[in-house]
């Protein structure tokens, strides 16, 4: 006979989190690669601004060789921030039919209760997986993050969780995008360089609404493409979802994407993942930014058999209620931070 497995317990949901289908988010997806789990509260990693490398010395025979000094790296220290979502399951949740159940043949409430897990750890799992997109979105657009945490009391009016990595790749056309006289490739080519010279790479740059339609507009740089033998079938836009659009590939073999997505920022209002007017510049192979993340602590048990729980996850799902308790909640808890290994290998345009 098949052992009874507890689907309410921590292990069981952790693992039904762990299968479900990974959330797709374009910029963390594009950007940033998984790191590791760390097993303690504060983490070391290796951060460095990118630089050429110069020329080997040449010497006379019998000479040896010259002494060349190392590219010089910082050690920094990490700190997890804490994502904690939680759904709240009460009685006249799963008394009544829910939407979609069938009149007849109605479920009951411990059937339905594990209908709503199920959405419910669905929907915690996705907002993780925006928060840490939107972290990634902090770094790439202000080259720091600033963390507003909860409290009892409510969100922080102060951010009291800083990371400020330096960022200084932004460049700015002295003649604006949609103004005559716009040097839209020679400015391409000189954000490029800004990567280049920080030794990082571009495959792929992301446009802002309104980029893409100023380019077009521009004669001088339509004619650019052409003799590039940029193929301007492809640059009608094939839509692949959330906002973005595929936009073809400049004369450097750059993948040209637009971004119009959006998301609820923590005031329930609508934002651009890419603002209007600016242009986001790097690698989606060589992706220049890391997310990590920390140990996760549970308080078990009461009283004597008080205990602290440590899981090295990604995240877990803890489920709490008792006896006397008029309602269960489910909570989603993730624990990452966003590193770059080196702050020179993306650029920031704004060209409107």
């Avoid at 209908?115 to 790439?140: G, I, P």
């Avoid at 040097?183 to 000189?190: F, L, N, P, R, T």
């Avoid at 220049?288 to 877990?316: F, M, R, S």
């Avoid at 489920?319 to 308790?325: S, T």
Wanted: charged letters at 25%; hydrophobic letters at 35%.
């Amino acid at each position: 006979m098949p052992a009874n497995i507890n689907l309410f317990s921590t292990a069981a949901m952790t693992k039904a989190v762990e299968l479900m289908p990974r959330v797709y988010t374009f910029l963390a997806d594009t950007f940033a690669k998984e790191g590791k789990v760390y097993e303690d509260e504060r983490a070391i990693y290796d951060y460095r601004r990118g630089a050429e490398t110069g020329l080997a010395p040449f010497v006379v025979p019998g000479t040896g060789g010259v002494a060349i000094n190392r590219d010089k790296f910082e050690m920094r220290e990490i700190r997890f921030s804490t994502l904690a979502p939680e759904r709240v399951l009460t009685l006249e949740d799963v008394s009544t039919r829910q939407f979609g159940e069938t009149v007849l043949g109605a479920k009951t409430p411990e059937q339905r209760s594990k209908d709503v897990l199920a959405q419910d750890l669905t929907d915690l799992k996705a907002m993780n997986q925006n928060a840490r997109n939107w972290m990634v979105r902090e770094v790439l657009l202000k080259g720091k993050l600033e963390l507003r945490r909860y409290t009892k009391e409510g969100r922080e009016k102060k951010a009291s969780l800083l990371a400020d990595f330096g960022f200084q790749n932004v460049y700015t056309p002295t003649t604006r995008w949609n103004q005559s006289g716009a040097k839209i490739h020679y400015d391409m080519e000189a954000a490029f360089d800004l990567v280049y010279n920080g030794l990082g790479d571009v495959d792929i740059m992301v446009m802002g609404g309104g980029v893409f339609e100023a380019m077009m507009a521009n004669s001088d740089y339509c004619k650019e493409l052409d003799m590039d033998r940029v193929y301007l079938d492809e640059i009608r836009g094939h839509y692949q979802g959330q906002g973005v659009r595929y936009r073809g590939t400049n004369s450097d073999g750059v993948k040209m994407v637009s971004l119009n997505g959006h998301f609820l920022n923590y005031e329930r209002q609508q934002e651009k993942l890419i603002p209007d007017g600016y242009i986001l510049m790097g690698s989606s192979s060589k992706k220049p930014l890391t997310i990590c993340h920390g140990p996760i602590n549970e308080y078990v048990g009461q009283d004597e058999n008080a205990a602290i729980k440590t899981y090295i996850k990604k995240e877990v799902a803890l489920r709490k209620g008792g006896a006397g308790a008029d309602e269960i909640t489910t909570r989603l808890v993730s624990r990452p931070t966003v590193v770059p290994e080196n702050v020179g290998a993306w650029c920031l345009m704004k060209v409107l």
